[in-house]
């Protein structure tokens, strides 16, 4: 991990919580409250439902708040949809953007994707854009083209390191128990920091964060490896016993 990038430990809660969850955001924020200068940054992303109210309980803490996806525009006629603006007013300063959940639920291809990147800067959030190949796609040997594609066409024009984070989540090591080796972990993370330096200035700066599977007991080696900066984590985001030994490997 390079030294001038800040880690970034991220949990995505999905379509997990309802308003008794709030202790385990409680139980997160204290541990982290006993560091006076955390060395890295510690963001939660719950349902919508619960935003405001874990924005609340968070506070002026260590830890940050975010959206899961936004919808591209700013307001309207668009049913069940939430802006960017509208995560912000209750208390986001992040959102995720192109999970492969949404990729895959909600046929998100990679120019929606942009442009939802581009409403969460528009709204003033720091987009977490995600990345990852299939289990198809791996073994016949197209990770890097998939991968160079999404890099390449998700990312805005306006993108830079304090507007955007990249998160590199293989699909197939999503909630599976299975993850890439580091040493594939550092071939992705270093073929992304190489599209990146041919699309922006500040490349070097932007945190690339690694997903799937991590969780206690090997986020320490995945976080080890050399441009990874950082971890959006699932299932093992959602207690805050499981979350803390995660963000404490960067702390
Ligand atoms: P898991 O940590 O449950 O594998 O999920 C990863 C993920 O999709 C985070 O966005």
Redesign the pocket.
């Known amino acids: 991990m390079s030294n001038q990038r800040r880690p970034l430990i991220a949990g995505?809660w999905?379509m997990n919580g309802l308003a008794s969850a709030a202790s385990e955001l409680k139980e997160l924020v204290a541990h982290a409250e006993k560091h006076a200068a955390p060395k890295c940054d510690i963001l939660i992303c719950p349902p919508a439902t619960l935003l405001r109210e874990m924005a609340a309980v968070a506070g002026n803490s260590a830890v940050e708040i975010g959206g899961q996806v936004c919808h591209a525009n700013e307001s309207g006629a668009h049913t069940g949809d939430i802006s960017a603006e509208m995560l912000k007013d209750a208390g986001a300063s992040y959102c995720?953007v192109g999970?492969?959940?949404r990729r895959a639920d909600h046929n998100e291809t990679n120019a929606v994707v942009k442009a939802k990147a581009e409403a969460a800067h528009r709204g003033g959030l720091i987009a977490i854009v995600?990345v990852g190949e299939t289990l198809a796609e791996r073994e016949a040997d197209k990770t890097l083209d998939v991968i160079s594609d999404q890099v390449k066409n998700s990312l805005p024009e306006g993108a830079t390191a304090a507007n955007t984070v990249i998160?590199y989540?293989p699909v197939w090591?999503?909630?599976?128990g299975k993850t890439p080796t580091p040493d594939d972990v550092a071939v992705v993370h270093a073929h992304i920091r190489k599209e990146l330096d041919a699309l922006m200035n500040d490349s070097d700066q932007v945190r690339v964060l690694y997903?799937?599977?991590?969780k206690g007991s090997n986020a320490e080696e995945l976080m080890a490896v050399e441009n990874v900066d950082g971890a959006?984590?699932?299932?093992?985001?959602l207690k805050a016993a499981d979350f803390w030994p995660i963000v404490a490997t960067s702390i």
């Not at 997903?211 to 991590?214: I, P």
């Open positions: 995505n999905k995720i999970h492969s959940e995600c998160a989540e090591a999503i909630g599976t997903g799937g599977s991590v959006l984590v699932g299932g093992a985001s």
